[in-house]
């Protein structure tokens, strides 16, 4: 593809340490923009030279998508990244990966690559089956997916309510982690499985955490759903920190912790990260970062520096640009070299235009206006401690709660139809006003302030 490589057998006595520095007068006697030296091929007592080729093949996304490896992959995270030196397909899975790192300088292929992934995934994957959070501090870069059936909220642009949907993720993850441990299964998958077989049998799972104190006369617990697979997509990370930390520099800290810790836990959950970055300083992709994404693409960078940052290792500096990438796995020590797969927006175009179509976006509420810190929910709260902005439909919540008696979440939810961060937010601002008790050892709350007054007489 755009780079042919040439094993070089060293005679005796010679080590590979002699020939690692000299790339660079091999780049000036082969009349070349680069040459890369691989030091160990595995399996063969040879060195490499990849050589950039005269002319290069352009791969389209479409060559890999009808690949056989790509269809016999059974998962529906399956990414199609291009084809290596040998000209055969390369693809990945995110699932096991569990999390994906990219960096490149500007104009290298990244975004391309991001947009690889994603139609990747949107090829194999059913609306019930992936949702994605895309963040995009850019605001153009992901704005042509808006509106497909697979998002679980709008395309991300204010980075304020970007901290608000790390925040519904790593509520959600402690969600699902909930439902494991009482269901006794390891994953997302052993979930769904046991969740599959209960249907089939005619006894479906009912949601544990269904508080019968609380609900309504009559009322039973709801069925659990399956769970799908969550992949939130990062465009620029670095971007995202820095709108953050010119507000507040302990927000972005905030927001960097959240992070690692979804990088450190989500797997088990299904939710999966892919952050990318045109910036790879280690302020921005940090050790703990690096740790917790072993999986990592490195496109063409301006400096060794930059490409160990990413990699751990130099190579990235000598990559040719235009979607050439270095792909590193866990577990194997040397890296992959991958012509990407090139996608144009007019094919991005035809294929949202497609899904949108034939299916609606079904957002969640409570996502994007997540409070799920005390420093967040409370912030510019007055000197009752009630929150400067109450919820629109707070007075409507408390007209529910004092004629009933009830300070359900779940009631509140199904009441007024809205999602569980919401109804969580706007008890606790009911909790602040002194509307409702605190939870007792029970779990159940007690309501505190008196029936409305009926002006109907």
């Not at 249907?199 to 009322?219: I, Q, R």
């Not at 990370?237 to 905030?254: H, V």
């Not at 609606?360 to 401690?385: K, M, R, T, V």
Request: a negative charge; glycine letters at 6%; aromatic letters at 4%.
């Amino acid at each position: 593809p755009v780079v042919t490589q040439f094993e070089l057998s060293l005679a005796p006595g010679v080590k590979v340490s002699q020939i690692m520095n000299l790339n660079k007068d091999l780049a000036r006697a082969l009349l070349v923009e680069s040459v890369r030296i691989v030091d160990v091929i595995p399996g063969k007592p040879v060195i490499g030279l990849e050589i950039p080729n005269a002319e290069r093949e352009m791969i389209s996304l479409k060559e890999i998508l009808a690949s056989e490896v790509f269809a016999k992959s059974a998962s529906v995270l399956t990414m199609g990244l291009g084809k290596d030196i040998n000209g055969l397909p390369v693809i990945a899975n995110l699932s096991k990966m569990p999390h994906l790192l990219v960096a490149g300088a500007t104009g290298m292929g990244k975004s391309v690559g991001i947009n690889a992934i994603i139609l990747s995934v949107l090829y194999k994957a059913k609306p019930d089956e992936v949702r994605m959070i895309m963040i995009d501090p850019k605001i153009v870069e992901l704005a042509c997916y808006a509106d497909i059936p697979h998002l679980l909220t709008p395309v991300v642009t204010d980075m304020n309510q970007a901290s608000s949907a790390l925040w519904w993720c790593v509520n959600e993850m402690e969600r699902r982690y909930s439902l494991l441990a009482k269901f006794g299964v390891r994953n997302i998958e052993g979930f769904n499985e046991k969740l599959k077989k209960a249907k089939n049998k005619g006894t479906p799972l009912l949601d544990p955490s269904f508080n019968t104190n609380t609900a309504e006369e009559g009322e039973t617990a709801p069925e659990l759903e399956k769970l799908p697979l969550i992949m939130l997509v990062i465009d620029e990370y670095a971007d995202m920190l820095g709108a953050l930390a010119q507000e507040d520099r302990a927000k972005a800290k905030r927001v960097e912790a959240l992070i690692v810790r979804l990088a450190q836990k989500a797997r088990a959950a299904g939710i999966h990260l892919i952050i990318a970055t045109q910036r790879p300083s280690v302020d921005v992709i940090t050790g703990l970062i690096k740790s917790n994404i072993p999986t990592r693409i490195a496109f063409k960078v301006s400096s060794k520096v930059d490409s160990r940052t990413i990699l751990d290792q130099g190579g990235a500096e000598q990559l040719l640009g235009m979607g050439d990438m270095l792909y590193m796995t866990p577990g194997i020590s040397h890296l992959t070299r991958v012509h990407g797969a090139f996608v144009d927006d007019d094919e991005i175009t035809r294929v949202v235009d497609f899904l949108r179509k034939n299916s609606q976006p079904n957002y969640l509420d409570g996502i994007l206006n997540a409070h799920s810190e005390s420093a967040d929910s409370h912030e510019g709260s007055n000197s009752s401690g009630v929150t400067g902005e109450l919820d629109a439909l707070y007075d409507e919540a408390v007209q529910i709660v004092t004629s009933s008696r009830r300070a359900s979440i779940s009631s509140l939810q199904r009441r007024m139809r809205i999602g569980y961060n919401r109804a969580a937010r706007i008890i606790e601002d009911m909790e602040a006003s002194g509307v409702v008790s605190t939870m007792n050892s029970a779990g159940n709350r007690q309501v505190l302030a008196p029936e409305p007054i009926n002006t109907d007489d």
